[in-house]
């Protein structure tokens, strides 16, 4: 299957750069697979098509405030620095920018010597490992230095760090957010819970492969970065009562569905496991954990796009997103959302 026949054209001008003051207040495009139905709402109604029994799956990673800026001990040269993933206790692989001034040895500070890094081994495409030292708890200097990496394609800063952030994270260990999770407060989710829908959380720590475009022209070609999860044993119960019941899972963004994927490819059932995953799915991947899903409008010819297409179909994915852009829907991170049942 070709990349571009996931390609759209997309007014720059409908890339959110900002997130609404009001989570509940992004609009809801409601898709309906049986009839292929479509719905103009606003998020908060998203309650209306929840029923008593079913089961509502969030994604409870934190993002780590990862972008730091330090100096070269040796020169003063400024470097960045993006923490990806930890390998160690204090080590952590990371991306520096511009690569070409950190080589093995190499000694950066920040925060005027509060938070040190060496490098100990150089990655391709800009990729290093560093140790890093620091009196107190590393995460929270990190909190006190350390920026939201916001992805490439919102240009503004962020005013409040917590705007990135859903309100039931818990689990640090994010390079981003789960978006889709972005739009839920703590009164709708206690709405959602006084109606008799279930909430299960499991963790996926998303990457920022998810940001890297598809280079190949064939879908069967692309390679997918691995990201680490976790299921516990009280949601793979939950998981495996609502279906016993005949009540519908329902996955808040991609990263829960790649979560749930992974365990049902793996185990052929809801089992508590961690581990790391690489699923790719794709049409025509049928899709055996979920029932519905809520997401956000993705990029063309991502991952993402093609993940919903699995679910939904391409043909009409790709007439909901022409419908999005012609009703003016923002899109990506902060924009507004889908519920797909």
Known sequence: MQIDEFDFELPEELIAQTPLKDRIASRLLVMNREDESMHHHVFADCLDYLKPGDCLVLNDT???PARLFGLKEDTGAKIEVLLLTQVGSD????????AKKVRVGTVLTFGDGRLRATCIEEREHGGRVFDFSYKGIFYEVLDELGEMPLPPYIKEQLSEKDRYQTVYAKEEGSAAAPTAGLHF???????????????????????LGTFRPVSVDTIEEHTMHAEYYNISKETADLLTETRRNGGRIISVGTTSTRT???IMCDHGRFVAASGWTDIFIYPPYQLKAIDGLITNFHLPKSTLIMLVSAFAGKEFVLKAYQEAIKEKYRFFSFGDAMLII
């Open 62 to 64: 934190k993002v780590l």
């Open 91 to 98: 080590r952590w692989e990371v991306l520096v920018k511009p």
């Open 185 to 207: 407060t703590d009164e709708l989710m206690e709405q959602i819970k006084e109606k008799g829908v279930h909430i299960a959380f499991l963790t996926l720590h998303v990457g």
């Open 260 to 262: 749930l994927e992974t």
